[in-house]
C-alpha cells in the first residue's frame, strides 16, 4: 500500500467492519482483511473491471472479504459497515457519495476520506453537512501531498473559515509547507470557474492567505 492507504487503514478501528468505497486494486481491502484488523471487509466499486481486480488481490482471505458492484454506498445496507473509506475521488464525488447516503449521519460510522484533489472543498462541504473533522493525516505519494480526512457526524453544521478550508487539521504536521505550496495553483484554477457566491468569495479569501504565506513556505 502507498502512503495515503497506510494512512487511511490507520483510522479503522479494529474488530470494526469496513467497506473500501472504489476499492480498484483492492490492495487496502486485502490489508483490512489480511491483517486482521476487520472482521469483515466489502470491497466495492462502481466499474466490473477494477472488482475484478480486487478479487484477485483479496482472493487469500476470500473468507472475510464481499465483493460489490455499484455506486458510493448505495451497495451496503445501513449497518453493514462502520468504517467508511472512500479513497482517490475527488472532493465533489465524494460528497455526492455521502449526500446519496443520508444513513451515513450518524456519528456511529467512521469515515476516512482520501480526496484526490480539492481537499479544501471536501473540508468546506463536511462542516456545511454537519461531519466534524476527528483527524488528518498528511502524508505523500508518488511525489504528490495527500491528506486523509478522519470525520464523523455531529449535526453541527457551520461554513469554516478559508484557514480551516485550507488546512483542516494538518496545521504543525510534516510536510505542511509543501502541502500548502502544492494547492495553491489548484485552487486558483478551481476559482476560475467558479460562479459568483459564498464559495467563490471562501475561495478568493483562501488564494489571498496563500499569496500572503508565499514567502514563508
Ligand atoms: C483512482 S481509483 C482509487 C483506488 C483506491 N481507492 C486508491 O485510493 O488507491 C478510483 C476508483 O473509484 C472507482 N469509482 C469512481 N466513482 C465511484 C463511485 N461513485 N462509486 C464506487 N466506485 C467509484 C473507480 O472505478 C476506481 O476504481
Same mark, same amino acid.
Given at each position: 500500500?502507498?502512503? *495515503?492507504?497506510?494512512?487511511?487503514?490507520?483510522?479503522?478501528?479494529?474488530?470494526?467492519?469496513?467497506?473500501?468505497?472504489?476499492?480498484?486494486?483492492?490492495?487496502?481491502?486485502?490489508?483490512?482483511?489480511?491483517?486482521? !484488523?476487520?472482521?469483515?471487509?466489502?470491497?466495492?466499486?462502481?466499474?466490473?473491471?477494477?472488482?475484478?481486480?480486487? %478479487?484477485?488481490?483479496?482472493?487469500?482471505?476470500?473468507?472475510?472479504?464481499?465483493? !460489490?458492484?455499484?455506486?458510493?454506498?448505495?451497495? =451496503?445496507?445501513?449497518?453493514?459497515?462502520?468504517?467508511?473509506?472512500?479513497?482517490?475521488?475527488?472532493?465533489?464525488?465524494?460528497?455526492?457519495? =455521502?449526500?446519496?447516503?443520508?444513513?451515513?449521519?450518524?456519528?456511529?460510522?467512521?469515515?476516512?476520506?482520501?480526496?484526490?484533489? %480539492?481537499?479544501?472543498? =471536501?473540508?468546506?462541504?463536511?462542516?456545511?453537512?454537519?461531519?466534524?473533522?476527528?483527524?488528518?493525516?498528511?502524508?505523500?505519494?508518488?511525489?504528490?501531498?495527500?491528506?486523509?480526512?478522519?470525520? !464523523?457526524?455531529?449535526?453541527?453544521?457551520?461554513?469554516?473559515?478559508?484557514?480551516?478550508?485550507?488546512?483542516?487539521?494538518?496545521?504543525?504536521?510534516?510536510?505542511?509547507?509543501?502541502?500548502?505550496?502544492?494547492? !495553491?495553483?489548484?485552487?486558483?484554477?478551481?476559482? *476560475?470557474?467558479?460562479?459568483?457566491?459564498?464559495?467563490?468569495?471562501?475561495?478568493?479569501?483562501?488564494?489571498?492567505?496563500? %499569496?500572503?504565506?508565499?514567502?514563508?513556505?
Amino acid at each position: 500500500m502507498d502512503a *495515503r492507504l497506510s494512512a487511511a487503514a490507520a483510522y479503522v478501528r479494529p474488530g470494526h467492519p469496513a467497506a473500501d468505497i472504489g476499492c480498484d486494486h483492492g490492495k487496502l481491502s486485502a490489508w483490512l482483511a489480511g491483517s486482521g !484488523r476487520c472482521p469483515r471487509v466489502f470491497a466495492c466499486d462502481l466499474r466490473p473491471g477494477p472488482l475484478a481486480k480486487a %478479487k484477485v488481490t483479496c482472493a487469500p482471505w476470500a473468507d472475510r472479504v464481499q465483493f !460489490r458492484l455499484g455506486s458510493g454506498l448505495s451497495v =451496503l445496507k445501513p449497518g453493514e459497515a462502520t468504517e467508511l473509506i472512500i479513497a482517490g475521488m475527488g472532493a465533489e464525488t465524494i460528497l455526492e457519495i =455521502l449526500d446519496a447516503a443520508p444513513w451515513v449521519q450518524d456519528p456511529a460510522y467512521n469515515l476516512i476520506l482520501v480526496p484526490a484533489t %480539492k481537499h479544501s472543498i =471536501l473540508r468546506l462541504g463536511l462542516a456545511r453537512r454537519g461531519f466534524a473533522l476527528a483527524g488528518e493525516t498528511l502524508c505523500q505519494a508518488a511525489g504528490r501531498w495527500y491528506t486523509v480526512v478522519n470525520a !464523523r457526524f455531529d449535526g453541527r453544521t457551520f461554513t469554516p473559515g478559508a484557514w480551516f478550508c485550507l488546512t483542516g487539521l494538518t496545521a504543525g504536521q510534516a510536510g505542511q509547507a509543501g502541502y500548502l505550496a502544492q494547492q !495553491r495553483p489548484k485552487v486558483e484554477k478551481y476559482r *476560475r470557474g467558479l460562479a459568483p457566491g459564498p464559495e467563490a468569495e471562501a475561495v478568493d479569501e483562501l488564494i489571498r492567505i496563500l %499569496k500572503q504565506m508565499e514567502g514563508e513556505i
